[in-house]
């Protein structure tokens, strides 16, 4: 069990109507320093400290209480956390106090541009406070209903608990970001490489390549790629047809679950054109016999012809 401090307060005697006895009452704080949490939510509980109080210590009139007393105000925020623009995002904030105390929350968003904070409005933001749980926790939930790419800053989260007062640390909300390259285009049968850089939470779990037009999604392989941030992407397409023309773009589905959908680039595919052979017998005198050479033409045209 933990140590803490015990302080008399106040003290105050008051005698006892009818009776030669006093009532005698003492203040005493306990206290013991408060602390933010840094390893892990489950690392976070509520404190308690047992404590003894005597009275007439050593005579035949000897008192001694025994109880308990609580540390409440322990906090515990991630230190990063990673959203997707456009999605919703959600930010936590746990700390530890008792059932019997008024709970309220305020959540801070700082400004980037003089590190000021101020109190987040309602408009594109929802804030929700949990139940009391059994070791004494509550968390609060800051919900950002569409992440735009000015909520990419620090938050933190003012705790009033009766008369206490705390504030958390800061969590840094990150968007993930990417580069992608564009592609040149190429013939019929050549090799097409599709490359992007994410900055991301953690290392992807799964990353698909898709083919806007037509749906296909073809999965990447991830044996190359860092297990820390930025993370280079790569996918080769070989032999490709006209069929394969379009727009591209990556889906990546981190470690943590978070997914995103990277820009989408053009690939545009070139037909290998050759040279349309003259047909035999061309030179016909007879009308009708050029109106059947004129058909052979467009026949040939037609099988042979292509596009630049």
């Given at each position: 069990?933990?140590?803490?401090?015990?302080?008399?307060?106040?003290?105050?005697?008051?005698?006892?109507?009818?009776?030669?006895?006093?009532?005698?009452?003492?203040?005493?704080?306990?206290?013991?320093?408060?602390?933010e949490?840094?390893?892990?939510?489950?690392?976070?509980?509520?404190?308690?400290?047992?404590?003894?109080?005597?009275?007439?210590?050593?005579?035949?009139?000897?008192?001694?209480?025994?109880?308990?007393?609580?540390?409440?105000?322990?906090?515990?925020?991630?230190?990063?956390?990673?959203?997707?623009?456009?999605?919703?995002?959600?930010l936590t904030?746990?700390?530890?106090?008792?059932?019997?105390?008024?709970?309220?929350?305020?959540?801070?968003q700082?400004?980037?541009?003089?590190?000021?904070?101020?109190?987040?409005?309602?408009?594109?933001?929802?804030?929700?406070?949990?139940?009391?749980?059994?070791?004494?926790?509550?968390?609060t939930?800051?919900?950002?209903?569409?992440?735009?790419?000015?909520?990419?800053?620090?938050?933190?989260?003012?705790?009033?608990?009766?008369?206490?007062?705390?504030?958390?640390a800061?969590?840094?909300?990150?968007?993930?970001?990417?580069?992608?390259?564009?592609?040149?285009?190429?013939?019929?049968?050549?090799?097409?490489?599709?490359?992007?850089?994410?900055?991301?939470?953690?290392k992807?779990?799964?990353?698909?390549?898709?083919?806007?037009?037509?749906?296909?999604?073809?999965?990447?392989?991830?044996?190359?790629?860092?297990?820390?941030?930025?993370?280079?992407?790569?996918?080769?397409?070989?032999e490709?047809?006209?069929?394969?023309?379009?727009?591209?773009?990556?889906?990546?589905?981190?470690?943590?679950?978070?997914?995103?959908?990277?820009?989408?680039?053009e690939?545009?595919?070139?037909?290998?054109?050759?040279?349309?052979?003259?047909?035999p017998?061309?030179?016909?005198?007879e009308?009708?016999?050029?109106?059947?050479?004129?058909?052979?033409?467009?026949?040939?045209?037609?099988?042979?012809?292509?596009?630049?």
């Amino acid at each position: 069990m933990p140590s803490g401090t015990a302080k008399s307060v106040s003290t105050k005697e008051v005698d006892l109507s009818d009776s030669d006895g006093i009532l005698f009452t003492e203040v005493v704080k306990f206290s013991s320093t408060s602390s933010e949490v840094t390893i892990s939510e489950e690392q976070l509980s509520r404190k308690e400290y047992s404590f003894t109080y005597t009275v007439n210590a050593g005579s035949a009139s000897e008192i001694v209480k025994t109880g308990t007393a609580f540390l409440i105000g322990e906090t515990f925020v991630k230190s990063t956390e990673w959203a997707t623009i456009g999605d919703r995002t959600t930010l936590t904030a746990s700390f530890t106090t008792s059932a019997t105390a008024s709970v309220s929350v305020v959540w801070q968003q700082e400004n980037t541009a003089d590190s000021s904070w101020k109190d987040i409005a309602s408009d594109g933001y929802t804030t929700i406070l949990s139940e009391i749980n059994d070791k004494g926790v509550m968390s609060t939930i800051l919900l950002i209903d569409k992440t735009r790419e000015s909520d990419a800053t620090g938050y933190r989260t003012q705790v009033q608990i009766a008369s206490l007062k705390e504030t958390t640390a800061e969590v840094q909300l990150k968007a993930v970001t990417a580069n992608m390259a564009d592609v040149t285009p190429v013939f019929e049968k050549d090799t097409v490489t599709f490359s992007v850089t994410v900055e991301g939470p953690d290392k992807p779990s799964s990353v698909l390549l898709v083919h806007q037009e037509s749906g296909r999604e073809e999965q990447v392989a991830l044996n190359s790629v860092s297990s820390s941030s930025p993370f280079q992407i790569t996918h080769e397409m070989s032999e490709v047809y006209s069929s394969d023309s379009g727009f591209y773009y990556f889906k990546v589905i981190f470690e943590s679950g978070l997914e995103y959908e990277t820009t989408k680039v053009e690939l545009t595919v070139k037909l290998k054109c050759k040279p349309l052979t003259t047909p035999p017998n061309t030179e016909l005198q007879e009308v009708s016999e050029q109106l059947t050479v004129y058909s052979t033409i467009f026949t040939l045209s037609r099988n042979f012809a292509c596009l630049n």
